[in-house]
T-cell receptor
Framework: EAGVTQFPSHSVIEKGQTVTLRCDPI?????LYWYRRVMGKEIKFLLH????????ESGMPNNRFLAERTGGTYSTLKVQPAELEDSGVYFC?????????????FGNGTRLTVT | DAKTTQPPSMDCAEGRAANLPCNHS???????VYWYRQIHSQGPQYIIH???NNETNEMASLIITEDRKSSTLILPHATLRDTAVYYC???????????FGQGTRLTINP
């Protein structure tokens, strides 16, 4: 079974540019999550999809971030326009069913550097 | 989610059992204890989770005290590849997200 895959693995962009990160969850997983770690800080939750619906977006830092999951399969996270403080590693995770007994499985992340 | 307390760092000799403690004194009856680890430059890796009973899988064992206020993750025969940051997380029923803390940086020494 393929794990959670993220693309690209690295991205370097200039301040003010736009970047789109992609996440492919484990096949059949309805729940998809985005997390990020900025330099020196803890891994922080951004948002949670159930199929194509946003269930919890309480962690989204501001309106420069837009997450989509059209069709309930893969998801994209767009940052527009990017700022220096957006640099960090963005992780995607998926889980099979709703409930605290269903583990999240993470991808290896996209390392975003904004210069 | 209940707050967890872990030592910031630990060392263990290769081939020995690594025992990582976690305190979660405010845990509620419907909160699960999860363990993840993050090896440098990789995403968090699920290890094990439990509610009340001790659990074992191919990676580790999870020992939860009877009062559920603390737990221990046991890696039975640590290898150099087990060097990572280990996170103990409590997760409430109905709350999907995981809340990561600082974790324990475990170093396995040859």
């Amino acid at each position: 079974e393929a794990g959670v895959t993220q693309f690209p693995s690295h991205s370097v962009i200039e301040k003010g540019q736009t970047v789109t990160l992609r996440c492919d969850p484990i096949s059949g997983h309805d729940n998809l999550y985005w997390y990020r770690r900025v330099m020196g800080k803890e891994i922080k939750f951004l948002l949670h999809f159930v199929k194509e619906s946003k269930q919890d977006e309480s962690g989204m830092p501001n309106n420069r971030f837009l997450a989509e999951r059209t069709g309930g399969t893969y998801s994209t996270l767009k940052v527009q326009p990017a700022e220096l403080e957006d640099s960090g590693v963005y992780f995607c995770a998926s889980s099979q069913v709703w409930g605290a007994n269903s583990p999240l499985h993470f991808g290896n992340g996209t390392r975003l550097t904004v210069t | 989610d209940a707050k967890t307390t872990q030592p910031p760092s630990m060392d263990c000799a290769e081939g020995r059992a690594a025992n990582l403690p976690c305190n979660h004194s405010t845990i509620s009856g419907n909160e699960y204890v999860y363990w993840y680890r993050q090896i440098h430059s990789q995403g968090p890796q699920y290890i094990i989770h439990g509610l009340k009973n001790n659990e074992t899988n191919e990676m580790a064992s999870l020992i939860i005290t009877e009062d559920r206020k603390s737990s221990t993750l046991i890696l039975p025969h640590a290898t150099l590849r087990d060097t990572a940051v280990y996170y103990c997380i409590v997760r409430i029923q109905g709350a999907q997200k995981l809340v990561f803390g600082q974790g324990t940086r475990l170093t396995i020494n040859p």
